[in-house]
């Protein structure tokens, strides 16, 4: 299968300040890939879905302005988590889709941390 | 919208007992359904999936399951767990590229 990294593994930030955090296939030309996030205990929620050279398309309730992607090549997509508050604090997983039976193959994730 | 339950939130079982972890989704159309696995400290990984002929897929380590279309169901299934199965296991049913999750069941295994 396709093999997903996110950059960092896990990251603490201050409360107003931004972070961004990478999802790269590496083998593999990822035309689609997933943005989730996942509580602890529970289980993931799809935040987006990103599309390399266009806007991403939000879940319903996702603050698109405060979650900005960007999926500009065939082998990275970003996240970026603006002005960053504590109940942002979470552990987002990135997932790429293969257009094979819309089966994903997922990155290991990134916790963040908002103090 | 589709959703995907998952009926057991803790299941603690002894080594060499046998296991199913139940799943039904409420969408009515073609699906993809998927089992994914989320060992402690890792990255989720596949199963097991399910696209169409034989209901009864075989995934890696032992793991099988059953497509029951009438019952909305993909339940899965190991006849004797061992105590590295420890792990959260996700339920996914995809439609046209919108993959939804249960909410996961925790199985812990004492050796």
């Known amino acids: 299968g396709a093999v997903v990294s996110q950059h960092p593994s896990w990251v603490i930030c201050k409360s107003g300040t931004s972070v961004k955090i990478e999802c790269r296939s590496l083998?593999?030309?990822?035309?689609?890939m997933f943005w989730y996030r996942q509580f602890p205990k529970q289980s993931l929620m799809l935040m987006a879905t990103?599309?390399?050279?266009?806007?991403?398309?939000?879940e319903q309730g996702v603050e698109k302005d405060k979650f900005l992607i960007n999926h500009a090549s065939l082998t990275l997509s970003t996240l970026t988590v603006t002005s960053a508050h504590p109940e942002d604090s979470s552990f987002y997983i990135c997932?790429?889709?293969?257009?094979?039976?819309?089966?994903?193959?997922f990155g290991p994730g990134t916790r963040l941390t908002v103090t | 919208a589709q959703s995907v339950s998952q009926h057991n939130h803790h299941v603690i079982l002894s080594e060499a007992a046998s296991l199913e972890l139940g799943c039904n989704y409420s969408y009515g159309g073609t699906v993809n359904l998927f089992w994914y696995v989320q060992y402690p400290g890792q990255h989720l990984q596949l199963l097991l999936k399910?696209?169409?002929?034989?209901?009864l897929v075989k995934g890696i380590k032992g793991f099988e399951a059953e497509f029951i279309k009438s019952k909305f169901s993909f339940n899965l299934r190991k006849p004797s767990v061992q105590w590295s199965d420890t792990a959260e296991y996700f339920c996914a049913v995809n439609n046209n590229n919108d993959m939804r999750f249960g909410a996961g069941t925790r199985l812990t295994v004492k050796p």
């Open positions: 997932s790429l889709g293969t257009g094979t039976h819309y089966e994903q193959y």
């Open positions: 399910y696209f169409s002929g034989d209901p």
């Open positions: 990103s599309n390399e050279g266009s806007k991403a398309t939000y």
């Open positions: 083998d593999f030309q990822a035309t689609t």
